[in-house]
């Protein structure tokens, strides 16, 4: 199949500046976001091919998009994907964004060939009618970058850095998307914030993708190397005043992103607090009122 231009006759998906990122969201919790002018939700881990969690957050809101952070091309097979897709899109047209990836070798069994099975997916996606501007690819490495760009409205980076993302947009030509992912810590404190960071980073100092995006960068063995490096963890943690945080996620933007999905390493039931504390600093509660 021919590669399939993500854009054309569409434009990028509108997920405005910043959005929130976590493992689950509910649907008071997506209200309270949206009215602090976030522009979206995204859904981590690998969710079932149902989705049947999005609607009742899209029911909650008016103008919040969901996106998906991602859904595993391993676990979810691409036709009832779809099925679901046209499902939400049919009651909330252009609202929700589909986030596909290939997972990791280490905790999936059947990983073979991750870029042809990427490729079969989104030829799948295709003949099952899901539209390449309103689905984004995970990916980290040029090909996969590339690709993206190809078949899809762009790049869901997570657990990258500014200078990734310039990289990233200078793979992706000016009118792919891209929405790289960053972690924060609400806190001055340093070596609390890195103790945080520590503990969410501990699991992917053990898969190969993200070591090797991270060597790509610049980082050592020694940096990368479990528990990592204050330098590590201190480029893909934000932490400090709120204005410093905002500062540092900006970075993405004037690098080339989009929209930067913010992961706030708190209890869930701080989520909201958290990004409300964030918020003025990034200038939502200002949009908002416009």
């Known amino acids: 199949m021919t590669d ?27 209200k309270e976001i949206e009215s602090l002018g976030y522009g979206a939700v995204w859904v981590g881990g690998s969710p079932p091919a149902a989705l049947a969690w999005v609607e009742p957050i899209l ?7 969901v996106a998906t952070g ?8 691409a036709k009832p994907v ?38 079969s997916y989104l030829d799948r996606l295709d003949e099952y009618g899901v539209p390449a501007n309103r689905r984004v690819v995970a990916a980290l490495g040029p090909r996969v970058l590339k690709l993206s ?25 000016p009118s792919a998307f891209l929405a790289p992912e960053h972690k924060v810590v609400l806190t001055t404190d340093a070596e609390r914030a890195r103790a945080v960071g520590r503990k969410a980073l501990g699991i992917y100092f053990n898969l190969a993708n993200y070591r090797n995006n991270w060597k790509r960068l610049g980082f050592t063995d020694d940096d990368i190397t479990a528990p990592g490096s204050d330098r590590l963890v201190d480029a893909v943690v934000a932490y400090g005043s709120t204005d ?16 930067v999905p913010v992961q706030v390493l708190t209890g869930a039931d701080q989520l ?9 600093a990034l200038g939502l ?6």
């Open 4 to 30: 399939t231009a993500a854009n054309s006759g569409a434009g990028k998906p509108n997920l405005g500046r910043f959005g929130s990122f976590g493992r689950g969201v509910t649907p008071a919790q997506a």
């Open 244 to 259: 410093t945080i905002a500062a540092r996620l900006t970075e993405h933007l004037h690098a080339g992103a989009d929209h």
């Open 149 to 173: 760009a190809q078949r899809s409205a762009g790049a869901h980076p997570y657990l990258t850095t500014p200078e990734h993302t310039a990289r990233a947009r200078e793979l992706l030509g």
């Open 82 to 119: 779809a099925d679901s897709f046209h499902r939400i899109d049919k009651a909330y047209p252009g609202r929700f964004l589909l986030g596909i990836g290939v997972g990791h070798a280490e905790v999936v069994t059947e990983y073979r060939r991750p870029y042809d099975a990427l490729v």
């Open 285 to 290: 509660e200002t949009a908002m009122r416009r």
């Open 70 to 77: 991602i859904v595993n091309i391993w676990s979810a097979p």
């Open 272 to 280: 909201v607090p958290a990004l409300a504390e964030l918020a003025g």
């Open 59 to 65: 029911e909650a809101t008016t103008t919040l998009q």
